[in-house]
C-alpha cells in the first residue's frame, strides 16, 4: 500500500477561548445592566445555541460547560480550540488544540 506525507502548508489559524476572540469577530463590548460588560456576538465564531442541549450540560470533548463554546457553522467549537483559515478567503474551520498542535508548529518566517 503506498504511503503519503501531508505537504509543508502555510496557515493562518487563531486559538479561541471565548467570544471575540478570533480577530475577524468584530466583537465590541456592550452594557449590561445585569452585571460586567459583554461583548456582541462574533462574525466568525458566533454564541452556542442549542434547544436539545443546555448550557450547563458539561461537554464530554472538553470538560467544560456548554455555555463556554461558540459555534462556527455547524460546528461547535470547544475553548482553546483552533479557528483556520481556509484556503478559500473568508472560510473557516476548526481544529482540536490537540490536533492542531500535532499537525502545525507556529512559523516566524516573512509571509
Known sequence: MPSFRKRPALIEASQWFRNGD???????????????????EGKVVRHFRSLNIPGDRICAACGNPMNLHGELDI????????????????KYYRLAAKEFEAMYEPYSGGS
Open 22 to 40: 478570533h480577530p475577524n469577530d468584530e466583537s465590541v463590548p456592550i452594557d449590561s445592566p445585569d452585571g460586567p460588560n459583554r461583548l456582541t
Open 75 to 90: 460546528e461547535i467549537v470547544c475553548p482553546g480550540d483552533y479557528i483556520v483559515t481556509g484556503s478559500r478567503a473568508l
